[in-house]
Every structure is written in structure tokens, then in C-alpha cells.
């Protein structure tokens, strides 16, 4: 587990269920509702509705919107509901491009805070090609550290798995994080994080940048 993380994540959801009892934006209000399940709330919803997109549109229609928000089990009426996915279907075309609700959804961060996101993922993916796998964090992540490995319990690369599924999603767990899925998350732990400038010695620190 990264330095910080767990506490910063608690931290974070505490104070989105604190949040949503004050705002009434809707989008602002979902966001909340991921972010009170931790960093990764926002990608774990966005793993939802690519299961859901059965024809690969990478678009939903507003029934499979409402069934993804269910299956989530995000509390939400159904005139919530309609109110945010008309606030994303700015073409009236009546489906949404999912890609662009999750960017949205992100919580937003500065540019310096994206930039230092890039550069731990750029040091971590090795071969260069956009994903993080288990072959790319040998000569990054030092395993023999990690408690269960130093008692025998888990082997190299039960750690490095491990390690992956923090940022790899609950539901859909594939061992390799892309450049998308590490922004998600560290965009919920950005959220917890007030200044720019302890985000980014957070970040150095762990991935000694």
C-alpha cells in the first residue's frame, strides 16, 4: 500500500458523505457518492457501464445509465437521473459517451497535479506502451518490503498483484492499469488533498520522483 493513501482515502470519503448532505448539483452530488466509497469509487463505476456496453458504442442510453447507477447502488431518483444525463447528452441524441461523463465526473485537478499523476506512471510503466503490468513493476517496486511476502504468505508476485489492484478496479480485476484508470484514482485521492503543493511532495515521496 502507498504511504498516505489509506489514510488520505478515509479522510476523503468521510468528508464526501459530509458534503453531499449540503449540495444540490447533481453531478456534484454523484460524485460524492463515488467519492464516499473510497478513490477508486469513480473508475468502479465507469467498469459498471463498460460491462453494461454490450455493443462496444462506448455510449449508453438513458435506460442503461439508470440500470448502471442501480448496479452501483448509487442512491438516486429517477429525476436526478434525467437531470444528469441531460446535462451530458448536450446533442439531444439521447445516449451519452461514457468516456466523456467519467472525465467529467473526475474530480478536477490543476495541471501540475496531472503532470506529477504522468510521471509516477511513466516511471512505472517500464516498457513504455501505456499500461502497467505486473512485468513493468519488477524493477520498480520492491516487493521483499511488503509484510506478507517478508512471512511467506505471498510470493513476488502476489505483492505486485496486489499492489495493481488498488488502482485496477473492483469489479473487473485484469492485473494491468492504464494511464486512465491511474488518473481516476489518484484524481479521489487529489480530493482529499487541499494544496498543490503537498499533492505533489506526496507524489515524490512515494514514487521518489
Not at 466509497?37 to 462506448?58: E, H, Q, T
Not at 466523456?100 to 474530480?107: A, C, G, H, K
Not at 492504464?178 to 484514482?185: A, D, L, P, R, V
Request: proline share 3%; with cysteine; hydrophobic share 35%.
Amino acid at each position: 500500500q502507498m504511504p498516505g493513501t489509506a489514510r488520505h482515502d478515509r479522510e476523503m470519503a468521510i468528508q464526501a458523505k459530509r458534503n453531499l448532505s449540503k449540495t444540490t448539483d447533481p453531478v456534484e452530488r454523484l460524485r460524492l457518492q463515488c467519492l464516499a466509497r473510497g478513490s477508486a469509487g469513480i473508475k468502479g463505476l465507469g467498469r459498471v457501464f463498460r460491462v453494461m456496453d454490450d455493443d462496444n458504442s462506448r455510449t449508453l442510453d438513458f435506460k442503461e445509465f439508470v440500470k448502471g447507477l442501480n448496479d452501483y447502488a448509487v442512491m438516486i431518483d429517477k429525476e436526478e437521473a434525467q437531470e444528469i444525463f441531460r446535462i451530458f447528452d448536450k446533442d439531444g441524441s439521447g445516449t451519452i459517451d461514457f468516456d466523456e461523463f467519467l472525465v467529467t465526473l473526475r474530480p478536477p485537478m490543476s495541471n501540475a497535479r496531472k503532470e506529477i499523476i504522468m510521471q509516477a506512471f511513466r516511471k512505472l510503466d517500464k516498457t513504455g506502451d501505456g499500461v502497467i503490468t505486473i512485468e513493468d513493476l519488477r524493477g520498480v517496486y520492491n516487493a521483499k518490503h511488503h509484510p506478507k511476502y517478508q512471512n511467506g504468505d505471498w510470493t513476488e508476485d502476489q505483492v505486485f498483484k496486489a499492489f495493481l489492484d488498488n488502482f485496477d478496479s473492483p469489479y473487473d480485476k485484469d492485473g494491468k492499469v492504464t494511464t486512465e484508470e491511474f488518473m481516476n484514482y489518484y484524481a479521489g485521492v487529489s480530493a482529499s488533498i487541499d494544496t498543490d503543493v503537498y499533492f505533489i511532495v506526496m507524489m515524490k515521496n512515494a514514487w521518489k520522483l
